[in-house]
């Protein structure tokens, strides 16, 4: 569920990284966990990070390449009659 929540399928995540944070540290406080629950809450958590990773990556592509391009002509203004 966590990795479809993060897929921005509608231009977004349908819930954000801190909400699974929140959801994933709540469950570990009410909870004793096997080792293996563990291990699967510290994948879900580096799900997480690489969604972010790749969303400041994306941004920050984004940011670069906007700053970089030219600005656009003004379309028809030789203002001559």
Partial sequence: MLR???SCDL???LLPP???RERIAA???QA???PSQIQTVHRLYLCIDLFELETQR????DAKAESETPPV?????SGAT
């Fill in 18 to 20: 801190l909400y699974w």
């Fill in 27 to 29: 469950v570990m406080r």
């Fill in 11 to 13: 231009g977004g995540p």
């Fill in 73 to 77: 002509a003004a379309v028809g203004g």
């Fill in 58 to 61: 994306k941004d920050a592509a």
């Fill in 32 to 34: 004793h966990l096997t």
């Fill in 4 to 6: 479809r929540s993060l």
